[in-house]
């Protein structure tokens, strides 16, 4: 069994950058694959950005060149660095874990926290 508790989420006006974290507990975490997604009101659930144990990394065409996931294995905690923010930005972002492959279904993800809320305003 994983735990995630994700933090960091707050209000911050259009151009400007946050960063999000998420803490893991219960498992051997290097040996996870980490994502993070994100829901709008009214939308699906969709792809932000993955990392392996290995630092591999993979990111939706809407997070490219702005947003950059990474992990501290000694410190159970990956994180999402967004900058560049548009009120299109603004969702519930979730922390989710898995083995490997890395995947960008949600569907593939066994374990996900409560979700931290990202409002861009304009």
């Known amino acids: 069994q994983v735990h995630l508790e994700e933090s960091g989420g707050e209000l911050v006006q259009a151009g400007g950058s946050l960063r999000l974290s998420c803490g893991a507990s219960g498992r051997t975490f290097r040996l996870l694959v980490m994502a993070w997604f994100r829901q709008a009101p009214g939308k699906e659930r969709e792809f932000v950005a993955a990392?392996?144990?290995?630092?591999?990394?993979s990111y939706a065409d809407s997070a490219k060149g702005r947003f950059t996931i990474s992990r501290d294995n000694a410190k159970n905690a990956v994180y999402l660095q967004m900058s560049s923010l548009k009120p299109e930005d603004t969702a519930i972002y979730y922390c989710?874990?898995?083995?490997?492959?890395?995947?960008?279904?949600?569907?593939?993800?066994?374990?996900w926290g409560q979700g931290t809320q990202v409002t861009v305003s304009s």
């Open positions: 989710a874990a898995k083995d490997l492959p890395a995947s960008k279904y949600a569907h593939e993800y066994n374990y």
């Open positions: 990392i392996t144990w290995t630092d591999n990394t």
